[in-house]
């Protein structure tokens, strides 16, 4: 059974940062794709980015309403993915959510809240 465990969430103002940390229970290198989603009250869940492939060369995606703000980082030696956000926004308000894809099984961290005040 896989176990991602995310952590860093928290409040924090309009304009400030944060880094989101996902830890995985076994070696990053056996997805084929690990990400990270967010849920807003009342909305559907999202992709906000994503890293495919398990070698040092990964493809990066990035949702579009994140370019620019947020970088998406692997730490192979750890097991963990990273998310760190800047120059956050109200609307970046929600349940962060760590994902991890291995074939056709998919796996999800239990949340971490980001809350941005104006």
């Known amino acids: 059974q896989v176990q991602l465990v995310e952590s860093g969430g928290g409040l924090v103002q309009a304009g400030g940062s944060l880094r989101l940390s996902c830890a995985a229970s076994?070696?990053?290198?056996?997805?084929?794709?690990m990400g990270w989603y967010r849920q807003a009250p009342g909305k559907e869940r999202e992709r906000v980015a994503c890293t495919a492939g398990s070698s040092n060369y990964a493809t990066i995606n990035y949702a579009a309403f994140v370019k620019g703000r947020f970088t998406i980082s692997r730490d192979n030696a750890k097991n963990m993915v990273h998310l760190q956000m800047n120059s956050l926004k109200p609307e970046d308000t929600a349940v962060y959510y760590c994902n991890a894809e291995s074939g056709i099984v998919t796996y999800w961290g239990q949340g971490t809240q980001v809350t941005v005040s104006s």
């Open positions: 076994r070696s990053i290198f056996s997805f084929n794709a």
